[in-house]
C-alpha cells in the first residue's frame, strides 16, 4: 500500500487548473500558458478543460486570444464541486475494499478510514476556489 489517499491524474489537474484560474480570475488563460505554469501534459489539462467545460465550471473563450475563465460561480465554486463534476458523487467509505468483505464487527483500520474521509469531504465543501486563489501569486 504506496499511498493510503489516491487521487487521480485527471483529479489533480482539475483542482490545480480551477485554483489557478481563481488566482487569475480577470484574465482568460489558454491550456498551454496553464500546463505551463502547472507543469503538466497540455494534452490531458485540455481534455480535463473540456469536462470541466461541459459541466458549466469553466467558460471556453475562442479565438486567438481565447482561452478558459471561470464560469457559473466562479470562485464561490467549491473544491467537492470539482471533486464530483471530474469523479463523480463523493462516497464516503469505512472499508479498504470496495466492497466490504469481512465478516468481524470492529474494522481492522480502527474507524480511520470513516475520519479521513469525513475530513476530506468537510475540507473539499468548505473550501472555495477563492480560499486559494494565493496560491499561485
Do not use: W
Not at 9 to 38: I, R, W
Amino acid at each position: 500500500m504506496a499511498y493510503l489517499i489516491r487521487v487521480t491524474e485527471a483529479l489533480s489537474l482539475g483542482l490545480h487548473a480551477m485554483v489557478l484560474l481563481a488566482s487569475e480570475k480577470n484574465l482568460v488563460l489558454s491550456t498551454a500558458d496553464m500546463a505551463e505554469k502547472l507543469q503538466v501534459s497540455s494534452a490531458h489539462l485540455s481534455k480535463v478543460l473540456q469536462r470541466l467545460t461541459k459541466a458549466g465550471l469553466v467558460k471556453s473563450i475562442r479565438g486567438p486570444a481565447g482561452g478558459y475563465t471561470l464560469a457559473g460561480k466562479g470562485d464561490k465554486t467549491t473544491m467537492l464541486e470539482v471533486y464530483e463534476c471530474l469523479e463523480g458523487p463523493f462516497r464516503d467509505s469505512e472499508c479498504l475494499f470496495p466492497d466490504k468483505i469481512c465478516s468481524s464487527r470492529v474494522c481492522i483500520m480502527g474507524g480511520m478510514l470513516e475520519e479521513i474521509n469525513s475530513r476530506a469531504r468537510d475540507y473539499l465543501a468548505t473550501t472555495r476556489l477563492k480560499d486559494l486563489s494565493d496560491v499561485y501569486k
